[in-house]
C-alpha cells in the first residue's frame, strides 16, 4: 500500500519568512494529495489539494507543487504568521480506495513573532 | 459554519471495558469515517460507513471494533474490550459525497486506556 513520509518533523521561522515541508510517496499510481492543518485541540483540516495532473497550485499565501516523476511533493507558506503556527500533515490517495487518505506523520510549525 | 463534533472530548477507561465514542456529522452528509491517532504517530483510517454499512476498513478494524449510526444524527464507534495500544485520538469525519477530497474532520476524542 501507500507510504507517505514527511520532512522535516519540526520546523520553526521567523514571522515574515517562508516555510517548507517536503513529502514523498511510494505508490506512483496515488493521484490525489491533500494538505491539512491540525491546531492545538482541533482535527486536521484541509488547506490544499492537488491532483496528479497539475504541477503547482497556489492560494493566497500557500502553494503546493507536485513532481510525479520523483514523487515528491511540498508544501510552501509564504509571509508566515503566528496563526499559521500548527501541526501540518501531507497525505495521499489510497489508490485501491476511492476514500482512504494515508497521512504522512506531520510537520509540527512554529512561527515565532 | 457546519462541523463535526465528537464526545466526550477525554475519555478515561480501564483495559478490557467497552467505550463508546460518538461523533455527530454534518447535517446533509452521507459518508463517514473514523481515524485514529496515536500519540506521536500518523493518522490512520480506521473505517469508512455509507448507506448504513461499512464500506471499507484498514487492518486496524478489527473484530473488537464496530460502528453504528444508530439514528439519523450519530455515528458511534465502539470498541468491545480495550487494549492498552487503543489509547490514541479518535477523529470523526464526514462527507456529502464519496471521495477525501471533500471530508470534515471533527476535533477528536482522546482515549485514554489504562
Known amino acids: 500500500g501507500e507510504n507517505v513520509e514527511q520532512h522535516p518533523s519540526t520546523l520553526s521561522v521567523q514571522e515574515g519568512d517562508s516555510a517548507v515541508i517536503k513529502c514523498t510517496y511510494s505508490d506512483s499510481a496515488s493521484n490525489y494529495f491533500p494538505w491539512y492543518k491540525q491546531e492545538l485541540g482541533k482535527g486536521p483540516q484541509l488547506i490544499i489539494d492537488i491532483r496528479s495532473n497539475v504541477g503547482e497550485k497556489k492560494d493566497q499565501r500557500i502553494a503546493v507543487t507536485l513532481n510525479k516523476t520523483a514523487k515528491h511533493f511540498s508544501l510552501h507558506i509564504t509571509e508566515t504568521q503566528p496563526e499559521d503556527s500548527a501541526v501540518y500533515f501531507c497525505a495521499a490517495s489510497e489508490r485501491t480506495s476511492y476514500d482512504k487518505v494515508i497521512f504522512g506523520p506531520g510537520t509540527s510549525l512554529s512561527v515565532i513573532p | 459554519e457546519p462541523e463535526v463534533t465528537q464526545t466526550p472530548s477525554h475519555q478515561v477507561t480501564q483495559m478490557g471495558q467497552e467505550v463508546i465514542l460518538r461523533c455527530v456529522p454534518i447535517s446533509n452528509h452521507l459518508y463517514f469515517y473514523w481515524y485514529r491517532q496515536i500519540l506521536g504517530q500518523k493518522v490512520e483510517f480506521l473505517v469508512s460507513?455509507?448507506?448504513?454499512?461499512?464500506?471499507?476498513k484498514s487492518e486496524i478494524f478489527d473484530d473488537q471494533f464496530s460502528v453504528e449510526r444508530p439514528d439519523g444524527s450519530n455515528f458511534t464507534l465502539k470498541i468491545r474490550s480495550t487494549k492498552l495500544e487503543d489509547s490514541a485520538m479518535y477523529f470523526c469525519a464526514s462527507s456529502p459525497s464519496a471521495g477525501v477530497e471533500t471530508q470534515y474532520f471533527g476535533p477528536g476524542t482522546r482515549l485514554l486506556v489504562l
Open positions: 460507513f455509507y448507506n448504513n454499512e461499512i464500506s471499507e
